[in-house]
């Protein structure tokens, strides 16, 4: 069993910056993927970025260069760096660890950018 914590969310004005963390219980977060996904209010789950076991990120395309994804697998936690934050980046952010045979989410947190 694997339990995912979200953190650091808030509110924050637009142009400002957040980090986001997800610590995860469980012996199995070495050897999983690492993902964040977002959720607006009103729409669809939508994937933000994904960090796997060896480090190779990828993210949806229009937040490359805004957001960086990254892991410390000795504490077995992943981060989530936001920055130039748009009111469109308003959701609750979700956490995820998945592999093979194994999906697991965080409960989310809350990241409101004001205008």
């Known amino acids: 069993q694997v339990q995912l914590v979200e953190s650091g969310g808030g509110l924050v004005q637009a142009g400002g910056s957040l980090r986001l963390s997800c610590a995860a219980s469980g012996s199995i977060f070495s050897i999983s993927t690492m993902a964040w996904y977002r959720q607006a209010p009103g729409k669809q789950r939508d994937w933000v970025a994904t960090?796997?076991?060896?480090?190779?990120?990828t993210f949806a395309g229009s937040l490359k260069g805004r957001f960086t994804i990254a892991r410390d697998n000795a504490n077995n936690m992943v981060y989530l760096q936001m920055d130039s934050l748009k009111p469109e980046d308003t959701a609750v952010y979700y956490c995820?660890?998945?592999?093979?045979?194994?999906?697991?989410w965080g409960q989310g947190t809350q990241v409101t950018v004001s205008s």
């Open positions: 995820r660890a998945f592999g093979g045979g194994f999906d697991y």
């Open positions: 960090i796997t076991r060896a480090g190779t990120t």
